[in-house]
């Protein structure tokens, strides 16, 4: 992802992505704003996922869960499930990383 400011709410639900600032960029300047509603990243049903080099900000808990987490990553029951976060700036939400449903696998933070 080029740097600038994006936002809205993302869902994920494509198997083995990575989303990624790009090369030269740094996490400051490659910003996910969540605008105050639901999750910044939420990653669904998805067994494989990585995330490297953005600043995801200002989600809130506006109603039922799941909501309000930079990022909330759920691969379901059952999966065996890897998920990376590397380099990132997580500010300024209701909780900063939610992980549900996941019984199987692992979970990597680095430099975040």
């Not at 490659?30 to 996922?49: K, P, R």
Request: glycine share 16%; net charge neutral; no cysteine.
């Amino acid at each position: 992802m080029s740097a600038g400011t994006y936002s809205g709410n993302l869902v994920v639900s494509t198997a083995a992505l990575t989303l990624k600032g790009a090369p030269g960029t740094t996490p400051g300047a490659v910003i996910l704003d969540g605008e105050g509603s639901g999750s910044v990243v939420y990653v669904n049903q998805v067994a494989s996922f990585t995330i490297d080099g953005l600043t995801l900000r200002n989600a809130a808990q506006t109603g039922s869960l799941p909501g309000g987490a930079g990022i909330h990553f759920n691969p379901g029951y059952g999966k065996i499930a890897s998920f990376i976060a590397r380099n990132l700036i997580v500010r300024d939400n209701s909780f900063g990383f939610v992980v549900w449903n996941m019984d199987k696998g692992t979970i990597t933070l680095e430099r975040s």
